[in-house]
């Protein structure tokens, strides 16, 4: 009995596929070998508007140095899952279980993680200019050196979370528990109470 294909085949397998149903786009056939072969990893490959399956399990999958654009990911379970180095412009990972995943050196502007669970996740030296991690969980996450000009943390769960130079010009914590437990405080709107002068006599 011949052995069954293992998710590094995806590659070697590819080929077979598009002669075998050429009337499916890229898309479809790297959802049909994922389901198919039940995890893996994607090489250097450009995904554009793929929609994944809500609930899929896509848990330990792994797009190394990958171009995902206006990718949906959303209510997949990504525990586990690595993105490092790929490229990920306008992806939704809205209420995605990402728990544990690493998304290290990737440029992903515009991207939205509202109410995503990232605890634990990885964002080193990352890009995540103008994303929205409105209500996510991201408790014991990694951000050290990540990029994180006007993101958006509005009730957010940030405690135990390393921001160890990261940039956050601009970035909105209205809401937001801080990595020390306590909750966002503005500066800007904290009053100034000044020492009234005395009446002269």
């Not at 990911?73 to 809205?94: E, Q």
């Not at 130079?165 to 500066?187: K, Q, S």
Request: hydrophobic content about 40%; proline content about 4%; charged content about 20%.
């Amino acid at each position: 009995m011949p052995n069954q294909p293992t998710p590094q085949d995806w590659s070697a397998r590819r080929a077979e596929d598009t002669v075998e149903d050429p009337l499916l786009s890229q898309e479809e056939l790297l959802q049909r070998q994922l389901l198919t072969f039940g995890g893996g990893t994607f090489r250097n490959q450009t995904m554009i508007g793929t929609e994944w399956r809500a609930g899929m399990d896509l848990s330990g999958i792994r797009f190394s140095d990958c171009t995902l654009t206006g990718c949906v990911f959303s209510d997949c379970n990504l525990r586990g899952s690595s993105f490092v180095g790929s490229r990920i412009v306008t992806a939704n990972f809205v209420c995605a279980d990402a728990e544990g995943a690493d998304f290290s050196r990737c440029i992903a502007p515009a991207c939205d993680f509202m109410a995503a669970n990232l605890r634990n996740a990885r964002f080193v030296g990352a890009t995540f200019v103008r994303t929205d991690f409105r209500g996510a969980d991201l408790r014991g996450a990694n951000l050290t050196g990540a990029v994180l000009s006007h993101a958006k943390f509005e009730a957010a769960n940030l405690e135990g979370a390393i921001l160890t130079d990261a940039i956050l010009d601009g970035a909105e914590f209205a809401g937001a528990t801080m990595p020390d437990g306590t909750p966002y405080r503005d500066p800007k709107a904290e009053l100034i109470v000044l020492p009234v002068a005395k009446d002269a006599a």
